[in-house]
Structures are given as structure tokens and as C-alpha cells.
């Protein structure tokens, strides 16, 4: 089994940025695939962004595009995700995920293993 907690998650005001970690625990992190979930009250997890077991591979929703990075630092069990021009519309509970599959995937069904999310409200 894999634990993954979220943090950095907190208020910021539109246009401002936020940096998300979520760290893992186990020695085969780097084994995985890791991905960025969103998810607003009444609506399932959309996704956010993906990172591949290198870090050399990345792929984002078009909504994120340009605003969000993430990334990984295998040494530290740690996966990021920064956040900058933040608007409201990225409001929600940010969860991180890991898959089995190499280059990770769009989709949750692709994922095994969540945290339990960090709250991002971005007011206007």
C-alpha cells in the first residue's frame, strides 16, 4: 500500500499562486506515475495533471494549461504541483494520485491509490 497526504492548500486571492506537495510513503514511489485531481461539492474528480515515474513526462487539462506545473523529486518521495495566475473557477479539494501504469493517465480509473485532498479556495 501506498499513503499519499496533500498540503499547501489554503485561501489566495485570484491572480495569486499556491504550491501543493503530496508525499508518498514506500520505497517504490519512484516506481509510479502520479497525477493532480480537482473536485468541487456535487462533482466527480476531474483531472488536473500527470507526471510519468521520471519526471520527464507531463501532460495537463487544457484548463490548467500554462498556469499549473507539476512535479516530482523521487529522492524526497514528493510529488508538486505549482499553481500560479490562480483564478476562482480553480476552487476545490486537490487530490493526488498514484497509478501502476508508466506515463501515468487522465482518467481515475487508471489510478490505485488517493489522498484525502487539500483545499484550494481562490476568491475574487
Known amino acids: 500500500q501506498v499513503h499519499l497526504v496533500e498540503s499547501g492548500g489554503g485561501l489566495v486571492q485570484a491572480g495569486g499562486s499556491l504550491r501543493l506537495s503530496c508525499a508518498a510513503s514506500?520505497?517504490?514511489?519512484?516506481?509510479?506515475?502520479m497525477g493532480w485531481f480537482r473536485q468541487t461539492p456535487g462533482k466527480e474528480h476531474e483531472f488536473v495533471a500527470t507526471?510519468?515515474?521520471?519526471?520527464?513526462?507531463?501532460s495537463y487539462a487544457d484548463s490548467v494549461k500554462g498556469r499549473f506545473t507539476i512535479s516530482r523529486d523521487n529522492a524526497k518521495n514528493t510529488v508538486y504541483l505549482q499553481m500560479v495566475s490562480l483564478k476562482p473557477e480553480d476552487t476545490a479539494v486537490y487530490y493526488c494520485?498514484?497509478?501502476?501504469?508508466?506515463?501515468?493517465?487522465?482518467?481515475?480509473?487508471?489510478?490505485?491509490?488517493w489522498g484525502q485532498g487539500t483545499q484550494v479556495t481562490v476568491s475574487s
Open positions: 494520485a498514484a497509478t501502476h501504469y508508466d506515463g501515468g493517465s487522465l482518467t481515475r480509473d487508471g489510478y490505485a491509490y
Open positions: 514506500g520505497r517504490t514511489f519512484s516506481s509510479f506515475a
Open positions: 507526471i510519468n515515474w521520471s519526471g520527464s513526462s507531463t
